[in-house]
């Protein structure tokens, strides 16, 4: 046996193994950390036939490493099913950043700008606003934003004394009237119905993140002491997320504020400790940099939504299908008053990127296509409470481990391209030329039918009798052939990026 095949079949071993983890966690609280301890023994006990010494040393060295963690949370004495959980989570998250520190880059080359928060309102009176205001007893800056075509104003509450940053809409909402984007993009961002806050390390910044209105899902944590935004901006999706706000002014990037300017956006991803357990956007084949289905839905979703107006697209991305990443979307904006235009929008950009096939005529077509191909998406799935949460997060660690072991080993995939002449030469994908089609008034009937059609799917496919490992790698393709068919990338938990 070759070295790569013997590679590979560790990698199986490894997955058998590790894909017990979440099986865990889905049984009550009280038994997760003698079960999980027992797993570790069994693990560690498999790892002595492995043939290869250095995963067993690679592995070894993990396992240790969360037996630490178990014996320090074994003393504790969680009140409920929430204590439980926010201990799992964290031991999760530490865990996470722990492995994944090695596969981060040392520097980042990202320069800082920096725009003080007084003379931002100096700039721009007519926009920007300040008061004080106590909040559950933190003193805040309340920055008051004006829309771009109405007289209506939104507020940002500030801490003064704590290390918490806004990011996501609000923030791009600022940067977008700082750079003067087009009207259509700062409409867009209009109204925001909550915060995310990136927070440095301490109780008292997440403290006071929450006493500002941040949900505990939409909290970020860095692992530093302090704002390190050239770190910050590595670890976003596209580089229009590369900006957030605090009380002493507002943080970007430059490519931030080109998006703001010209609305053009592009994946601009790479791998952050902090952000790691959530995947990754990008992927490398043959030389070539390529967006993830994932990736692909980032930038899809925010040229639909007005929040920026093109991007790039090369034709060897669409050897890679979309999968579920529409079902998502399409999902996220079934609640909305403009569905029936975000569906015409979506199938609009698709058929640009040859991510239709024949015979598909509108976004329902593709849809029933993509649930037929991808039937484990369920359309129900939410993560509302911690233990949801910590739920969710196992099986993404899950992925992070076997995406790690890949990188680490230079495991390769069975995947096998056939190249063209002009296969990597960028096309600007827009909504130039889109014409809304306001004769589609059946879109609610439609859906419903489609829902119940897709809920009968699930039903069938859930009532299969499958495996832990079958559950976490045989949904589409795993996390590390950059593929990313999965239903854990698409829940609806605190992704401010989205």
Not at 40 to 60: A, C, H, I, T
């Amino acid at each position: 046996m070759s070295g790569v095949e013997q590679l590979r079949q560790s990698r199986e071993l490894v997955r058998h193994q590790i894909s017990e983890f979440p099986q865990i966690l889905e049984g009550e609280p009280n038994t997760w950390w003698k079960a999980t301890a027992r797993l570790l023994l069994g693990f560690r006990q498999q790892l002595q036939v492995y043939p290869d010494l250095e995963v067993r040393e690679y592995f070894g060295t993990q396992i240790e490493g969360l037996f630490k963690q178990l014996r320090s949370a074994s003393i504790l004495t969680p009140s409920g099913r929430d204590d439980f959980a926010s201990l799992a989570d964290h031991i999760i998250m530490n865990f996470s950043m722990e492995i994944a520190a090695s596969f981060e880059q040392k520097e980042f080359p990202q320069k800082t700008c920096f725009l003080p928060l007084g003379e931002m309102i100096k700039n721009q009176p007519d926009r920007f606003k300040t008061e004080n205001r106590l909040i559950k007893g933190e003193e805040c800056i309340i920055l008051r934003v004006k829309h771009p075509t109405q007289d209506n104003w939104q507020e940002i509450p500030l801490p003064k004394n704590r290390k918490v940053w806004h990011k996501g809409g609000p923030a791009r909402a600022v940067l977008d009237i700082v750079a003067h984007a087009p009207f259509s993009m700062q409409e867009n961002e209009f109204p925001w119905n909550d915060y995310d806050a990136l927070v440095a390390n301490s109780r008292k910044n997440k403290k006071a993140a929450i006493n500002i209105g941040v949900d505990v899902d939409g909290i970020e944590y860095m692992g530093e002491n302090e704002l390190n935004f050239p770190r910050y901006c590595a670890g976003r999706d596209t580089t229009q997320n590369q900006v957030c706000l605090g009380s002493e002014g507002l943080y970007y990037s430059q490519n931030a504020l080109t998006t703001a300017i010209t609305g053009h956006t592009r994946i601009e991803n790479e791998y952050v400790a902090n952000k790691a357990i959530y995947g990754f956007d990008r992927m490398t084949i043959q030389g070539e940099s390529l967006a993830k289905p994932r990736g692909m839905m980032r930038l899809i979703k925010a040229v639909v939504e007005g929040k920026a107006l093109s991007f790039d697209y090369i034709q060897l991305n669409s050897l890679f299908d979309l999968g579920t990443h529409s079902l998502f979307l399409a999902k996220r904006w079934s609640k909305k008053d403009r569905f029936p235009e975000y569906l015409q929008r979506m199938f609009y950009l698709l058929k640009q990127m040859h991510q239709t096939k024949d015979g598909e005529n509108d976004m329902f077509d593709t849809l029933e296509r993509a649930h037929s191909e991808y039937p484990f998406f369920d359309f129900d799935s939410e993560v509302r409470f911690p233990i949801e949460v910590v739920r969710w997060k196992a099986r993404k660690l899950i992925k992070q481990i076997d995406r790690e072991m890949g990188w680490q080993f230079s495991i390769p995939t069975d995947m096998e391209i056939e190249r063209v002449p002009g296969d990597s030469i960028p096309t600007r994908i827009s909504l130039e030329g889109f014409v809304l089609k306001t004769d589609q008034l059946n879109v609610g009937r439609r859906w419903n039918e489609f829902m119940k059609r897709s809920e009968q799917r699930n039903k069938t496919y859930q009532a299969q009798d499958l495996s832990p490992y079958e559950k976490i790698f045989n949904q589409g393709s795993s996390d590390t052939d950059g593929l990313g068919v999965d239903n854990d990338d698409l829940v609806s938990f605190g992704n401010d990026d989205l």
